[in-house]
DNA sequence: TTAATATCGGATAAAATTATCCGAAATATA
DNA sequence: TATATTTCGGATAATTTTATCCGATATTAA
């Protein structure tokens, strides 16, 4: 469903988020540590979602990620999912078929235009913040 | 959501229950030809697809891949995608999460068990002959 | 101003997926 | 039986994805 970047992304915001709530910045290694994911492959993701103001960085001592304690509730699942894996998801036949006739779809369009709807909506209507607190009830689930 | 190996492989299938419809075998060339696929790369997974039963193969002058026209409305879609994929797109969290709490599983996880299920339940209720039918409308849906 | 710290960004490398090549094996038919 | 045809199966190659390395840049604090 979701590359392996983009799930390394989603838990590496959760992870941030969490500890944005009460104003804490963390650092790369603590969140690849963690996440459990390769610290400079990490790095890499950090920055694209830091260049797409996901995240926000700050270099240099007492530095790290953080996101605006404002924003966590207007950031969703699905914007982190587009920065990193782009919307493919959501777009083209599923079964990898071309022009499609749309007066005559196979018997699986409706139910797969259905599907990825629901899957945009659900990642659209869960934001950081709603997630992040969920997830405090159990912080193991993000490492291994 | 679907690898493109699989993708070829759904393509594939779907075109010859087109013709074993109509009891025609064909040739690995007719089919890399009719999806638009690399002919060596489709030989794999045709091969694959056989030794799971969900194609026939005969090798020879006259030989070539078909599906028992008796099999045709018995075999999934699903079945095609397990073979392939296997079912990583049907377990574990989607988000890459691990030991979530079940007890207080995060605000999208009743989402996802739904989409997952829906998913699952539209590839395993399509068949070969279905599906086929429909496509024979338009037959370039199968080629770019 | 200097030194220490932490992300940035470009170059590589490893691993997984996708794609190609070619001889072997099986089959039809002449 | 001989030959042409077609899939099988193993080795190899190209591409994409995932992962590592390291010097440059920015920031903090002494
Ligand atoms: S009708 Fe079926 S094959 Fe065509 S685009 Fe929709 S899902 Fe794909
Ligand atoms: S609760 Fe959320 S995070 Fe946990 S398994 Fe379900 S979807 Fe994944």
Not at 51 to 58: G, H, P
Not at 96 to 105: D, F, I, S, T, V
């Given at each position: 469903m979701f590359s392996k970047t983009c799930k390394y992304g989603i838990k590496a915001t959760l992870f941030i988020a969490q500890k944005s709530q009460f104003d804490e910045r963390?650092?790369?290694?603590?969140?690849?540590?963690?996440?459990?994911s390769p610290v400079a492959f990490t790095a890499k993701i950090l920055q694209l979602l830091?260049?797409?103001?996901?995240?926000?960085?700050?270099?240099g001592p007492k530095g790290g990620f953080e996101i605006d304690k404002v924003l966590l509730p207007k950031i969703t699942i699905k914007q982190v999912v587009k920065a990193i894996d782009g919307d493919s998801l959501f777009n083209g036949c599923a079964?990898?078929?071309?022009?499609?006739?749309?007066?005559?779809?196979?018997?699986?369009?409706?139910?797969?235009?259905?599907?990825?709807?629901?899957?945009?909506?659900?990642?659209?209507?869960?934001?950081?913040?709603?997630?992040?607190?969920?997830?405090?009830?159990?912080?193991?689930?993000?490492?291994?």
């Open positions: 963390v650092s790369l290694k603590e969140i690849a540590s963690a996440i459990d830091a260049k797409e103001n996901i995240i926000s960085s700050r270099k079964l990898g078929l071309y022009e499609c006739n749309e007066k005559a779809p196979c018997p699986m369009h409706d139910n797969f235009v259905s599907i990825r709807e629901q899957l945009s909506e659900t990642l659209a209507s869960s934001n950081l913040l709603e997630v992040a607190i969920n997830l405090n009830l159990g912080l193991t689930v993000l490492k291994r």
